[in-house]
């Protein structure tokens, strides 16, 4: 399964760990093809996206979350992997 794959499939706390667990492995067997592969700069992107995340979900054309879920915790910890 996918990064993205199981990002789409959270919808318990079991999964959100499944997913920590699989991005952990992502980083492990891909660090290439992280932006932010040092914890400083994945927690600076992850502040950063946070702030910024109306945005995110007004661009899919998704409601904006007003009390995050495990999902809405596991599309932050997915951008911050990316996030510039």
């Known amino acids: 399964m996918t990064l993205t794959e199981h990002n789409n499939s959270i919808r318990s706390r079991e999964d959100f760990v499944a997913f920590v667990k ?3 492995n ?3 067997d891909n660090p290439a093809t992280w932006e932010n592969s040092n914890l400083e700069r994945f927690l600076e992107a992850l502040a950063a996206w ?3 995340m109306d945005g995110y979900y ?3 054309g998704k409601p904006v979350p007003q009390q995050p879920d495990w999902k809405v915790a596991a599309d932050m910890l997915m951008a911050a992997k990316m996030y510039e």
Do not use: I, S
């Open 26 to 28: 992502d980083l492990h």
């Open 50 to 52: 946070v702030e910024d």
């Open 22 to 24: 699989a991005l952990r």
């Open 58 to 60: 007004t661009d899919q």
